[in-house]
């Protein structure tokens, strides 16, 4: 079976070392040391699958259905004008537990109490009118204004965080400029409201699959609304009130902070935000989509047959905004947004304020279920960024390129998904812990995908880093693990950002190709990661040489087994050629990449063998040192030779075949009579169906167990050993002078 595999696959070997070699020298070219490389695995282009981010698949469009709510108008088309906003979709006001209630509704009371002492009960819309019609001039002024329609909470919201940061953080000409034009404009958006939003918006609760899509002009008026602190119900913290799932969407809970260096910048990104979209309104839409998965079609892990071997690509140096064209994972809090609205600074924080529009989100998204995620599409970002945490700060303007889809959408798609915090690594390595993250990202990571596509990559692949981590005290390495098992069960091509963690860079990528040569599945993976998690001296800093050592003990244990059921007796095996032996059985390494070894292998398992190679992006992996560079060549120089000694082999293989023929069965003259018919130019073998369907037989029966593998790390070599060469030829004449072909 190998034998044939290296006739199959010898005409793809030029193609691919001349890619593989191509993208070594395109990297080697733009670095100088290891200390320069920030990349292992393969390259970004194979997670993007083409050399533009934006030749990706796009979402669905946006259409309007019974679990799709768009507020705005969809032409029959489904397109929207580019150059300006699109018009509001007319709807009737809903005061419900099942829309947000929203502070212009004429079902928003609010208790006033007149000269006399008495409350009574008035529309809040027109005191939040009243109190925006006035000119406002300075912090105190704003937080007065706030107050007037918040009556409650006079002795409870001090606003130092909002005091400071006008009266001492900002320059003098900032402050007034904010007060003089942006704050005015943010006012007007307020008071636009009814006009802007004229449709109910529904609450994406839990467990329900449902989606919401606004326009970027309508989202700016409902943070407008936020800013000033107008949505009613949404202020208290009592566990049993309306909103007691939801995060809070008034910004007063920020207003309300210690004054700390990282809040105040949150401050600035926010009144950039607002200034930006009030200079120019912005034309686009966005789309924000709840999945809920039911428990019983959540996945059988331990039974999973997928591959983990989904292309990764691993970065220390980038940041996951920066991944364009991928699907953003968002480090997500069971409430949209963490305290982004709070002290929060970290990675979902900071998304939230570079891209205020998440921050709609907040208003309708219940608390997240172990087996829900969200996804945002559309958001656009305004501001640029330093440090992280306590280090945060806003750096300047951030001007977005990204283009749009047919719906008008920005093509950038933000996955929110919460991990669960651990405050210890037994908490951690807990059975059921590893299983609820596990199904969390797959739940995410399977947006849009399709089930039946079997073994086809997903499109666009993840961006992602390390996820539950930090603040939430998780692992990196089992994070990564578990990230890099959901992909491969939903397909997707996997980008990760380890925060320059070049430790894990380089360790994350070399146990993934450990377990693509391995031909690991996600079921493997998951029982190894349990495994681990019951071994009583449990260190994560062991996890990926705990693996290669399971993966190792699992081949050697195969391996004796299969040695043992395939021994049938010694006979004497007749002798090849020396030009084979020299051309084809001396230490061969796989002729082709990595993903073309999954496709074939694959096809072999559905009975399908299709031995006409066909060209795909080789994988590489993370071999980048001079020594390489010089192997590599010598390697081109052996391919070049090769490829004139096998032309003068293929005549002394023939004979060869027909000698061996002579010494067995009539079955096995029939087989190599068919090997004949091989084709020098193309490669392929003129097969039937019927011995098709005898060699996937013989790969079911452990004869196959010699599998061709490829390292970027090893020399590219086109020989098999002797030793090798000899036992292919044994098994081939034992086994097929038995079978009737």
Not at 87 to 105: A, E, I, L, T
Not at 320 to 342: R, T
Not at 346 to 353: A, P
Not at 628 to 656: F, G, H, L, P
Request: proline share 4%.
């Amino acid at each position: 079976m190998i034998l044939l595999r290296s006739f199959t696959r010898y005409h793809y070997y030029k193609k691919s070392l001349i890619t593989k070699r191509y993208n070594y020298f395109s990297m080697m070219s733009n670095t100088t040391s290891e200390d320069d490389i920030t990349w292992s695995g393969v390259p970004i282009s194979e997670i993007l699958g083409s050399q533009s981010p934006w030749d990706a698949p796009e979402f669905p469009l946006v259409s309007p259905s019974y679990n799709h709510a768009v507020l705005y108008h969809v032409s029959s088309d489904g397109s929207i004008p580019t150059d300006k906003p699109p018009k509001p979709h007319v709807g009737q006001d809903k005061w419900d537990q099942d829309h947000v209630r929203m502070p212009c509704s004429s079902h928003s009371l609010y208790p006033v109490e007149d000269k006399n002492g008495k409350s009574r009960l008035k529309k809040r819309w027109e005191l939040i009118q009243h109190a925006l019609w006035k000119p406002i001039r300075n912090s105190e002024q704003l937080t007065n204004a706030i107050l007037s329609y918040n009556t409650k909470f006079k002795t409870i919201w001090k606003f130092r965080a909002l005091h400071k940061f006008f009266n001492e953080y900002l320059e003098e000409e900032e402050t007034q400029y904010f007060f003089d034009v942006t704050l005015p404009e943010i006012a007007k958006l307020v008071l636009a409201l009814p006009k802007l939003i004229q449709a109910p918006i529904p609450l994406l609760k839990q467990n329900m699959n449902h989606s919401v899509s606004l326009s970027q002009q309508q989202i700016s008026s409902l943070l407008a609304n936020a800013f000033f602190c107008t949505f009613p119900r949404r202020n208290t913290s009592k566990r049993a009130s309306e909103y007691a799932s939801y995060p809070h969407i008034n910004f007063s809970s920020l207003y309300e902070t210690t004054p700390l260096d990282s809040v105040l910048e949150k401050l600035k990104c926010i009144c950039h935000y607002f200034k930006r979209v009030t200079e120019k309104v912005p034309s686009g839409v966005m789309t924000v989509v709840r999945r809920a998965v039911a428990r019983p079609q959540l996945p059988d892990w331990s039974s999973s047959q997928q591959l983990v071997a989904v292309p990764l690509h691993v970065d220390s140096a980038a940041t996951i905004e920066d991944m364009h064209g991928l699907i953003q994972l968002d480090f997500a809090n069971k409430y949209l947004g963490g305290g982004v609205l709070g002290y929060g600074c970290v990675q979902e924080e900071i998304r939230f304020v570079i891209c205020p529009e998440l921050l709609i989100s907040m208003l309708f998204t219940e608390m997240l279920l172990s087996n829900e995620a969200v996804i945002m599409i559309g958001c656009e970002r305004f501001s640029s960024y330093t440090g992280y945490g306590s280090s945060f700060r806003w750096a300047g303007a951030h001007r977005d390129r990204t283009p749009r889809d047919g719906s008008g959408r920005r093509r950038a798609a933000v996955l929110a998904v919460d991990a669960l915090p651990h405050a210890s690594l037994a908490s951690e390595l807990r059975p059921a812990a590893i299983l609820r993250d596990l199904n969390k990202a797959w739940v995410g990571f399977s947006f849009n995908t399709c089930e039946e596509g079997g073994g086809a990559l997903q499109r666009p692949g993840v961006a992602t880093g390390n996820w539950g981590c930090g603040a939430f005290g998780g692992s990196a390495p089992l994070k990564a693990l578990l990230q890099l098992a959901a992909a491969g069960r939903a397909r997707r091509p996997l980008a990760y950002c380890s925060y320059g963690d070049r430790a894990l860079r380089r360790r994350l990528a070399a146990l993934h190709q450990r377990l693509r040569r391995a031909r690991a599945t996600v079921g493997q993976l998951y029982n190894y990661i349990l495994k681990f998690a019951r071994t009583a001296d449990a260190d994560m800093a062991n996890l990926y040489d705990f693996i290669e050592r399971t993966i190792e003990e699992d081949q050697n244990g195969m391996k004796s087994s299969t040695e043992s059921v395939i021994d049938l007796g010694k006979l004497e095996q007749p002798e090849l050629s020396s030009s084979l032996e020299k051309e084809f059985l001396n230490n061969s390494s796989d002729l082709f990449s990595q993903d073309e070894a999954d496709q074939s292998l694959d096809e072999s398992k559905s009975n399908q063998m299709d031995v006409s190679v066909k060209g795909s992006e080789p994988s590489t992996s993370d071999c980048r040192t001079v020594s390489c560079d010089n192997k590599m060549a010598v390697d081109e120089n052996k391919m070049v030779a090769s490829d004139n000694k096998i032309s003068a082999s293929n005549n002394k293989m023939a004979t060869n075949k027909r000698e061996m023929a002579a010494s067995t069965s009539s079955s096995t003259s029939r087989l190599f009579d068919e090997m004949e018919k091989f084709d020098e130019n193309n490669g392929r073998l003129n097969l039937t169906d019927s011995h098709i369907r005898t060699f996937n037989q013989s790969a079911n029966s452990g004869l196959n167990d010699m599998d061709i593998s490829m390292d970027c790390e090893e020399k590219i070599q086109l020989d098999i050993s002797v030793e090798a060469k000899k036992k292919i030829s044994k098994k081939i004449t034992d086994y097929f002078s038995k079978k009737t072909i």
